[in-house]
């Protein structure tokens, strides 16, 4: 098995400190924000006197508490409770269309509605706890993610692009679809697709995933106007970055990668990449490595 792979630009730096843990909630609050006249779930996950507050955002098909939060008896899944245990507050909120936030009266959602969604977020959460926020976003929502960061900077302290499907080269083609949204289902299928490294997770965990995925988001959302996504732009990301991938994550790009990270200005960035772990390592036994690296790189920048 190969090492844990660290690309940085200077020396890793963990700094030690004392922080009281209170054992956070069993589940996940649920709050509603106002996002120019839209209401938005965010969940919270908090722990008393916080080492810092990280706002989570998932991916293309499934919402924040299957992603963020699965709880399975005997098994410790849930991202949620594992930066919890590292002395962080955790919030997780759920795009329009997703999990408890409805649709707005279009009926789709598009890359810069997103963005601003993710920056009114962001705002309301600053200003809740008097901090600058690490935003942390999985797949598709790392790519929402990174919009949101080089439009909305100001309430960001560090970004992590998980999973980040950015590809080299690939430019979307321009679309406004005036058409009423499909409005699919979702099935188990999809909901199991990411789950590719064998005897990376059990299989009542899997089960237990699909479960709730198929019932926080029984209905795919739908998306317009995804040329949106051609404004990303790794030299407009002025923030500290980590760029986190599973060894094994058919989604992502080296070479989009490499030209990423060579891009963002900040030098304070890392690229690491998680041993054995696939597109849903955050669910799977690269949990604890992706865990220790979204971690050590928050404490490094401080």
């Known amino acids: 098995m ?25 589940y996940a609050k649920k709050h509603t924000v106002d996002a120019d006249g839209h209401p938005m779930a ?23 508490l299957p992603d963020f939060d699965l709880q399975v008896e005997g098994e410790e899944l849930s991202l949620m409770d594992g930066f919890n245990e ?39 959460l600053a200003e809740r706890t008097d901090q600058k926020i690490h935003l942390w976003g999985w797949s598709m929502g790392s790519m929402l993610s990174h919009i949101a960061a080089q439009s909305y900077p100001e309430n960001i302290k560090s970004l992590t692009l998980f ?7 690939f430019v979307y083609p321009k679309e406004m679809i005036e058409s009423e949204p499909p ?14 490294v064998p005897g990376s997770i059990s299989q009542k965990a899997i089960d237990e995933y699909v479960r709730h995925s198929l019932e926080a988001d029984p209905i795919r959302m739908d998306w317009n106007m ?42 304070q960035k890392q690229w690491v990449v998680l ?14 490595q992706l865990i220790d690296a ?5 404490e490094w920048i401080e």
């Open 2 to 26: 190969r090492l844990l792979r660290i690309l940085i630009l200077f020396p890793t730096i963990i700094l030690a400190g004392s922080f009281s843990l209170a054992f956070a909630q069993d």
């Open 42 to 64: 965010v969940w919270e996950k908090s722990v008393d006197n916080p080492k810092g507050i990280i706002l989570l955002h998932h991916g293309r098909t499934w919402s924040s």
């Open 86 to 124: 590292r002395g962080y507050s955790v919030w997780a909120m759920d795009a329009r269309g997703y999990g408890e936030t409805p649709r707005d009266e279009t009926g789709w959602n598009t890359p810069n509605r997103s963005a601003r969604d993710i920056s009114i977020v962001l705002k309301w």
């Open 163 to 169: 999973g980040y499907p950015v590809r080299a080269g």
């Open 183 to 196: 409005k699919e289902a979702t099935t188990a299928v999809a909901a199991a697709s990411d789950f590719l």
């Open 226 to 267: 995804q040329h949106q996504y051609n404004q990303i732009d790794a030299s407009k990301v002025t923030m500290p970055v980590l760029l986190l991938e599973g060894e094994f994550d058919p989604l992502t790009d080296t070479e989009m990668h490499a030209n990423s990270f060579a891009a963002f200005p900040n030098g």
């Open 275 to 288: 041993n054995d772990g696939d597109h849903a390592a955050l669910l799977e036994k690269s949990r604890k």
């Open 294 to 298: 979204s971690i050590n790189f928050i």
